[in-house]
């Protein structure tokens, strides 16, 4: 059973770890734009 939520888990942490570099990179990409607009 625990290991099944420890695979679970790190699965979870895989995915959300790439959705925070996503937006890292997408806020990276605005920043620019902010800059010259402000």
């Known amino acids: 059973m625990k290991c099944i939520i420890q695979k ?6 895989v995915i959300s770890l790439n ?4 937006n ?5 990409a605005h920043m620019p734009v902010n800059a010259n607009l402000g």
């Not at 679970?8 to 942490?13: G, I």
């Not at 959705?19 to 996503?22: C, L």
């Not at 890292?24 to 990276?28: A, G, H, K, M, R």
């Open 19 to 22: 959705i925070v570099s996503i």
């Open 8 to 13: 679970v888990y790190k699965r979870y942490y």
């Open 24 to 28: 890292n990179s997408l806020f990276i």
